[in-house]
């Protein structure tokens, strides 16, 4: 049994780590928010050129033929910076779904994707987003990019129209798409199953970057804000704030980064179950946490100001995407009372 | 990372749950002490006599040479059989594998670890609980003796122990927890007094330990003179850790109990119950992938310190919602005792108390780990 990450994913952490300081941050993150993401496109570059997009894409499709864990260990990286990219969708969700859909029309996406190309990502029930009349959304979908629709007969790319969502930093789209809406769980293939417990982890892995973000202004706000003539981190009721988001963010890394394992490496029941328990923990662990961060910056960390409601929205996006919190609970609560309630005496 | 055993954790798990399936005790666990004492006991000899206690100590000392992952498959395993938890605090052991004498260690850890001698800690006092560098227990130098006065609460077993790693003031008044050093107190030395606890729940899991001109030989000092600061630190991290802790099967035992008397009842399908275990379950999935990257940092030699109070606090709050959702679940059949749930519900509140409050655990976790100065 080993938990530790291998040599090359310590040192992918710490690249996507720097490229993110130098490449996205506050400035480009604002920049996004007036619609201006000149700056986004370059870092979406840089992160190509490194190799970092094509993680999950075959080496045969010009990828880097990587695992889920090394994607989510960038992933978190990306969030905790407030990158205004679509990894999710364009670098983890599409590579993963893209390999239950038919060879002959994955590949030229696959190809596509490798070399940089993104695509909002189009999602329904079968994903987890609950239909809310004819309409799909599209995740990470701006103006001047296409969403990709996929199932196992079909990889298509379609136009969208924007619509105000809570993440700016993140935006979507949606379209009108005959009997799409209604596609369940259920219809997804094996593979599919496999890679949509992947995304739940991807998303609990930049729920946990959203969380480090927030966690990180409020422990440096506090240790220089002066109240009463010293630091407010003097203060007990401040300290065990802090403490509590440090709590949240080690379990966040714990979980996230082991279901990552899990799904890559176990059959696929323990896969989708794990998968859920990470969503639902990091989902709600990062709303809770950053909901704390602001009341430790406070007055401040409530303005537009502040970066905190930035990844307060994004994580609460995360958090309803792919099966919002309730949901999952249910689900996996559920399972387990019919696989291992045993008798009310405690026999099996 | 690889989460799989590997082929000799495998091998090492398959012959503990052979052992195990013809050595489980089949008669329950007793529901009140002192039967449940010499019952836990009874089975720590068993687990000792197989080969199964102290896995990662040294041989020297008793141990079986091997690491904290195989610690870790003997808490799943024992758990996972239902068998009861083991009857030795191996923490207060780690005090003395680290700071005994050579004759310390092999006079006093083959009794501990074969459960012939049972120890307790006396850490705690009236007045000294959280801020336990106040204590006021004094051991005062008398030629070639140490003679001990003062008291100590929140002992436990200490009405059964035979001996109890003593925290005495040696230093100053003001001396805090650079005078204070640890002792080796037989417990029928003359002058001991000692008197149950009963806990909130009806059992009787601790004692207050009374010290009157209690003298023991100078030889019975566990690490230096004033040194017993660092004995402490070294016990209560390993005392707040999660991996070192066979919780984690018992709580899931516990948590499919539970769904089987909401199977009972219909709500099989109800969304509400289904949510309220889920979100123990997720607790409890979260608790053991946090556990497995302890044990692995562990287990590649990385020392235990201020970390665990990250881990203890996870354990406490899963802990306390598995019971709570349990008297949610049971409603008024709760009230009538069924199955001593609210028994093991009133013992769960202890959780954020015992081992250094779950307000010292935010402490440490803010002054060591965030580094924010007070």
């Known amino acids: ?348 | 990372m690889d989460l799989r055993d590997t082929a000799e954790q495998a091998a090492f798990r398959e012959r503990l749950r052979t052992w195990l399936a013809a050595n489980v005790p089949t008669e329950p666990e007793p529901e009140t002490m002192p039967a449940r004492f010499h019952y836990v006991v009874a089975w720590q000899k068993r687990l000792y006599s197989g080969g199964w206690v102290a896995l990662s100590w040294p041989k020297e000392y008793g141990g079986q040479g091997l690491g904290p992952v195989e610690e870790s498959i003997l808490n799943q395993e024992l758990g996972r059989a239902g068998a009861p938890a083991a009857a030795s605090f191996t923490f207060l052991g780690r005090a003395f594998l680290t700071y005994g004498t050579p004759e310390q260690k092999s006079r006093y850890l083959p009794g501990f670890l074969s459960a012939e001698e049972i120890w307790c800690q006396g850490f705690s006092e009236p007045e000294a609980g959280s801020d336990l560098a106040s204590l006021r227990t004094t051991a005062i130098q008398d030629g070639d003796e140490f003679v001990i006065n003062g008291q100590k609460l929140w002992t436990s077993r200490g009405s059964f122990a035979q001996f109890c790693l003593v925290l005495a003031r040696t230093g100053t008044a003001e001396s805090r927890h650079r005078g204070i050093t640890a002792f080796i107190v037989p417990t029928d030395s003359p002058g001991v007094v000692r008197q149950p606890l009963i806990m909130a729940n009806g059992d009787e899991e601790f004692a207050e330990v009374f010290f009157d001109n209690v003298r023991i030989p100078a030889s019975n000092m566990l690490g230096e003179l004033n040194g017993g600061w660092k004995v402490t630190q070294a016990t209560l991290a390993y005392e707040r850790g999660a991996a070192d802790l066979g919780y984690l099967a018992k709580y899931e035992r516990m948590l499919a109990q539970l769904s089987g008397i909401a199977k009972e009842r219909g709500l099989a399908e109800d969304p509400s119950t289904a949510e309220a275990v889920g979100q123990v379950y997720t607790h409890l999935e979260v608790l053991r992938l946090h556990s497995m990257r302890r044990l692995s940092d562990r287990a590649q030699g990385r020392a235990v310190g201020a970390e665990t109070s990250i881990d203890k606090l996870m354990m406490t709050q899963t802990e306390q919602l598995l019971l709570r959702t349990a008297l949610d679940v049971l409603g008024p059949e709760a009230v009538l005792g069924r199955g001593g749930w609210f028994k093991k519900y009133l013992y769960s509140r202890a959780a954020s108390i015992y081992g250094g409050t779950s307000q010292i655990q935010r402490n440490i976790i803010s002054g060591r780990l965030l580094g924010l100065a007070e």
């Open chain 1, 1 to 348: 049994m080993d938990f530790s990450l291998a040599d090359e994913q310590e040192l992918l952490a710490s690249s996507a780590r720097s490229l993110a300081a130098d490449m996205f941050g506050e400035s480009v993150a604002r920049q996004a928010l007036g619609d201006d993401y000149s700056k986004a496109d370059e870092g979406w570059s840089q992160l190509q050129a490194a190799g970092l997009t094509s993680l999950l894409i075959a080496e045969d499709h010009g990828g880097g033929g990587g695992t889920l864990l090394d994607a989510c260990v960038v992933t978190t990286e990306l969030y905790s910076a407030l990158a205004p990219v679509p990894y999710l969708t364009s670098a983890v969700a599409a590579p993963l779904l893209l390999r239950g859909v038919r060879a002959d029309r994955a590949a030229p996406l696959l190809t596509a994707l490798a070399e940089g190309a993104t695509y909002g990502l189009v999602v329904d029930k079968a994903l987890s987003w609950p239909p809310a009349g004819p309409e799909v959304v599209c995740l990470d979908w701006r103006p001047g990019r296409e969403g990709l629709l996929l199932d196992a007969e079909r990889a298509e790319l379609i136009p969208f129209e924007s619509r105000t969502g809570i993440d700016p930093l993140h935006p979507v789209g949606v379209a009108t798409v005959e009997g799409r809406a209604a596609r369940a769980e259920a219809d997804l293939l094996a593979q599919s199953q496999r890679a949509l417990a992947a995304v739940r982890v991807a998303a609990a892995a930049a729920l946990t970057g959203c969380l480090a973000g927030a966690a990180q202004l409020a422990w440096d706000y506090i240790a220089t804000r002066q109240q009463y003539g010293k630091p407010i981190a003097s203060f007990q009721a401040v300290r065990h704030m802090a403490a509590d988001l440090l709590v949240d963010l080690e379990t966040c890394r714990s979980v996230s980064l082991g279901a990552a394992w899990q799904v890559d490496n176990e059959p696929i029941e323990d896969a989708v179950r794990v998968a859920t328990v990470a969503k639902a923990w990091c989902g709600q662990a990062a709303v809770r946490a950053i909901e704390t961060a602001i009341q430790l910056l406070g007055g401040i960390g409530v303005t537009w100001e502040s970066t905190a409601h930035l990844y307060l929205r994004t994580a609460h996006q995360l958090a309803s995407a792919f099966g919002d919190t309730r949901t999952l609970l249910r689900q996996v609560g559920g399972q387990f009372v019919a696989a291992r309630g045993g008798r009310g005496d405690g026999s099996a």
